[in-house]
């Protein structure tokens, strides 16, 4: 297993806003609402207003299912609130008029893994078992494999939720190396993937979350904006 690849409960951008983010957002916190609007400012209105930023919206995956073919998604260039609230309105429309929702042809996880067990095979010289293809838990075992795994669970808890409130992991992706910060409070479930705070390379931020969450997600940020720079 390639630990570089991927860590989680590794510690990120907001270790040096809090003393402890596993308890910064908490419901028994006195300072949680205060903690989120800052949280949302450092990783969220500012990476909006000084570089590219994407928003990524999932569905497909319902009733327990994690078949990779089924997780759908579309990205959205995201460069002000109102991007987010055109997008929200359209998957709104699309659900209210029984319509698919909104994808993208490409798979976020099919094509990866196809080329993942492709690598291994020629490299090993040996066929991947079904079991391996089959099994998430054993895809880390292969090169390049724990970073897929670990973006495959931040999809399946932003999915069908997580008992943690915040969760912190640092995970190399297509992008280049990036911070994935999960939350799962009681205004909604979302997860932001950003660059490490001292990392050279330009990484776009994103902003994660299951077509579900789009309404509360909007209102928790547009609640917070007394806090954000004017857009």
Known sequence: MQHFEAKEHTPGRLHTLFADPYRAFDNDTDERQLHIRVMLHILFAQPLQQSPMTLRVIHGWE???FE??????????LTSLEDLHRVTNEFSQASQQRQPLPAEDTS???????KLFAQAEEAEGRIITEATRNIPARWPALPGG???YTLFK???RLVYGEDDNYRCSQCETPEGLQELHEFH???GEFALLTPPAHYKKIVPTMLIL?????GPIEQLIRESLPLFPDR
């Open 63 to 65: 009733n327990g299912s």
């Open 68 to 77: 990779p073919s089924e997780l759908k998604h579309i990205d959205y260039p």
């Open 108 to 114: 976020l996880l099919t094509a990866p893994l196809a």
């Open 146 to 148: 724990l970073a897929i």
């Open 154 to 156: 931040m999809y399946h």
């Open 185 to 187: 409070i009681e205004e």
């Open 210 to 214: 299951h077509a579900g969450q789009l």
